[in-house]
């Protein structure tokens, strides 16, 4: 069995609930990935395009910086990374976070929040920050996720 991480990027906490859950369903290790500068509301408010968040979004070069770095990913086989979709993709502040580590030889198995979209091209736009990584496309888990329901799906994936 692999050595398991759940790092996790939250701007409203949706995204943290579950991806608590899924580590403790997985008896994964538990990282928040955060930005230097907290995001807002208004910097959430997507319907304005002059929005901190849309301004990112918009410019796909952007890398908001982090809080920390301390994921200590060397440690582990397989990284569990969750985010919130933000425009049909992943918010810039995960290319940050797989920019700031060495994922060769990693499984990347990504899980979501979305108020309605797919996952798009998430896991295609995701392949340049890790150079040497498998990204694997995992799941959209919106709504209440039970413990029982993260571990079948872990157990699923043959990690």
Request: cysteine-free.
């Amino acid at each position: 069995m692999s050595k398991q991480l759940v790092a996790y990027f939250s701007a409203s906490g949706t995204t943290a609930a579950v991806a608590k859950t899924l580590a403790e369903a997985a008896g994964a290790s538990l990282y928040e990935i955060k930005p230097q500068v907290p995001y807002t509301r208004a910097d959430l408010d997507w319907t304005n395009k002059n929005s901190r968040s849309s301004a990112e979004m918009n410019d796909k070069s952007f890398r908001p910086p982090l809080a920390g770095r301390d994921a200590h990913v060397e440690d582990y086989d397989t990284v569990f990374l969750g985010f919130p979709i933000w425009w049909y993709t992943a918010p810039t502040i995960v290319n940050t976070f797989l920019e700031s580590y060495d994922f060769t030889g990693k499984t990347i198995i990504l899980f979501a929040t979305s108020g309605g979209s797919g996952f798009g091209r998430t896991a295609a736009d995701l392949k340049a920050s890790a150079p040497g990584a498998v990204i694997r496309e995992g799941k959209l888990l919106n709504g209440r996720q039970t413990m029982e329901s993260l571990a079948a799906w872990v157990s699923s994936l043959s990690i």
